[in-house]
Nanobody
Framework: QLQLVESGGGLVQPGGSLTLSCAGTGPYFDHYTIGWFRQVPGKKREGVACVAGAGGNKHYFPSARGDVFVYRDNANNTAYLEMNKLEPEDTALYLC?????????????????WGRGTLVAVSS
C-alpha cells in the first residue's frame, strides 16, 4: 500500500521560507492527486493546495495565507509545498494526503491516504 511521509518542517523567522516534502513509498504514486493541509489545535483542518497526478492541474485554497507553490517530481515519488513570506499565523502541523483532484478541491474530508505531518513554527 502507498504510504506518505512529510519532512522539511522546522522553525523559521517571519518573512522566511520553507519547502516541505511529501515522499511516497509503494505503488501508484503518480495516480494520485496530492493535497497539502494544515492543522492548528482547536481549529478545523484546512486546505493549502492540491496538485493532480501528472502535476499539471493545481489548486490553491483562498483561506491559505501567503505565497505558496505546489509541485511534484514523480520520478522520485515526491510532492513539494514551497511557502514564502511566512507569518506566525502559518504555524501549524502540515500534512499531505493522496486522493482525487475533485475531492481535494473540497477540502480534507475526501482524501484517502494521509501522512503523519511535519511541524512548521514561525517565530522570531
Amino acid at each position: 500500500q502507498l504510504q506518505l511521509v512529510e519532512s522539511g518542517g522546522g522553525l523559521v523567522q517571519p518573512g522566511g521560507s520553507l519547502t516541505l516534502s511529501c515522499a511516497g513509498t509503494g505503488p501508484y504514486f503518480d495516480h494520485y492527486t496530492i493535497g497539502w493541509f494544515r492543522q492548528v489545535p482547536g481549529k478545523k483542518r484546512e486546505g493549502v493546495a492540491c496538485v493532480a497526478g501528472a502535476g499539471g492541474n493545481k489548486h490553491y485554497f483562498p483561506s491559505a495565507r501567503g505565497d505558496v507553490f505546489v509541485y511534484r517530481d514523480n520520478a522520485n515519488n515526491t510532492a513539494y509545498l514551497e511557502m514564502n513570506k511566512l507569518e506566525p499565523e502559518d504555524t501549524a502541523l502540515y500534512l499531505c494526503a493522496a486522493g482525487i483532484f475533485g475531492e481535494c478541491l473540497s477540502g480534507p474530508n475526501g482524501m484517502q491516504l494521509w501522512g503523519r505531518g511535519t511541524l512548521v513554527a514561525v517565530s522570531s
